[in-house]
Structure formats: C-alpha cells, structure tokens
C-alpha cells in the first residue's frame, strides 16, 4: 500500500485556499435555551457563585509551616 500524501493532490495543503470548507450545521431550536435567553435579557445575568469560607474549618485545618524556633521564643517573650 502507498502512502496517502503521494497520491492525494489536497493532503498537506490548506483545503480552504482551495475552497474546501465544512458545511455549517443546522441549528436545532432548544426551548429551554430560548426560555434562558428570554429570561437573561429581562433580569439580567445570574452573578457567579460565592462560596463563604468556614470559620470552623480554618480553626481546624494544620498551618502550612511549622513554627520557627524564632516565632516560638517571640511568642514566650511577648506572653511574659
């Protein structure tokens, strides 16, 4: 079997130079698409979800760093 690039002239070549290009596809009407749509357009866009941080779960969760023998004698000299 040969290779396609030697007997395919449009192999390698840009193909919309030569006026090869894909058919566009037909859209499909979507209710639930043209009910968001209308709705977007009357009230506006829904704003991003804000996730609140847990203060509990920040208590809880280990530092990243360990503590330096520096910032354990600062905190003895300042509790004293």
Same mark, same amino acid.
């Given at each position: 079997?040969?290779?396609?690039?030697?007997?395919c002239?449009?192999?390698?070549?840009?193909?919309?130079?030569?006026?090869?290009?894909? &058919? !566009? *596809?037909?859209?499909?009407?979507?209710?639930? #698409?043209?009910?968001?749509?209308?709705?977007?357009?009357?009230?506006? /866009?829904?704003?991003?979800?804000?996730?609140?941080?847990?203060? &509990? !779960? *920040?208590?809880?969760?280990?530092?990243?760093? #360990?503590e330096t023998?520096?910032?354990?004698?600062?905190?003895?000299? /300042?509790?004293?």
């Open positions: 079997m040969r290779p396609r690039h030697e007997y002239i449009l192999d390698g070549l840009d193909r919309r130079a030569w006026g090869v290009v894909k &058919k !566009a *596809r037909k859209r499909v009407f979507s209710v639930v #698409k043209a009910v968001k749509e209308n709705a977007r357009a009357r009230v506006g /866009a829904i704003p991003p979800e804000k996730v609140l941080p847990d203060p &509990k !779960a *920040r208590e809880l969760r280990k530092p990243k760093h #360990k023998l520096s910032d354990l004698l600062e905190k003895g000299v /300042a509790e004293d």
